[in-house]
């Protein structure tokens, strides 16, 4: 399973860029509202983020609301860098604008699934990227792993059985703790997408600080040998 990270934040992508396995970025309105994004500066911050990642899929989120208005959004985040994928909320109008968006070679992430319908809807209409939300699910006391699971089998039978002309990749979203990782990864998502407080929290573990301190005191010891 591949990690993206999700945020809007230059200081987290490339903090995480760093560590060497990131695989991709998603953004969304909230995510840029938190950072303090300006409109103005939407484009040029899209491009930045795009530019920084080099080659990896970048999701910059359209706030239009008809089919035109997403087509047109869509195509324009698109031009401003090969490696952006335009980010649709599903609904009638962005399935209509994804099949449109897809038929033109541009890659759509399709967001605010939370039914195997939803995704299977987004899938037909020819999404590069699917992104099934959980940790919403676990906010009003529902299991969010267990909806995630549905999608994912969903999606892999009808890839296996109708033999999809386009790939389809499965990104976890709404991420918030290491064991949403963990579950993601044993049902197969093909991806994480993980706010990056989360991120750091999947780096660490007690048993590793603790075996790296006593390694310490050990070699210590070593070194008082000589
Ligand atoms: C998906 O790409 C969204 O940006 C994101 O995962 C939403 O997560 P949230 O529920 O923490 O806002």
């Avoid at 709404?174 to 049902?187: E, Y």
Wanted: charged share 20%; with cysteine; glycine share 6%.
């Amino acid at each position: 399973m591949k990690f993206f990270i999700d945020t809007a934040d230059i200081d987290e992508i490339s903090e995480a860029l760093s560590w060497g396995c990131l695989a991709g970025v998603t953004t969304n309105p909230s995510l840029y509202a938190k950072i303090g994004g300006k409109l103005a500066d939407f484009e040029s911050h899209m491009v930045k983020i795009a530019q920084l990642c080099e080659g990896l899929p970048v999701s910059a989120e359209s706030t239009a609301t008809t089919t035109e208005g997403m087509i047109e959004e869509g195509r324009h985040l698109a031009s401003l860098a090969p490696n952006i994928v335009v980010k649709l909320p599903i609904c009638a109008e962005s399935l209509a604008a994804t099949h449109q968006l897809a038929s033109e070679g541009i890659r759509v992430n399709m967001t605010l699934i939370f039914s195997a319908p939803q995704a299977l809807l987004a899938a037909n209409a020819g999404a590069r990227y699917i992104s099934p939300f959980v940790g919403r699910f676990d906010d009003i006391g529902e299991d969010g792993i267990e909806q995630l699971a549905t999608v994912v089998s969903c999606i892999e039978n009808y890839a296996w059985d109708k033999n999809v002309d386009h790939t389809v990749e499965i990104i976890t979203a709404s991420v918030r703790t290491p064991n949403h990782v963990t579950q993601a990864a044993l049902l197969g998502a093909d991806i994480a997408t993980v706010p990056f407080g989360a991120l750091k929290k999947c780096l660490k573990h007690p048993l590793t600080d603790a075996g790296l301190k006593s390694f310490e005191a050990d070699w210590e010891k070593v070194k008082a040998q000589q």
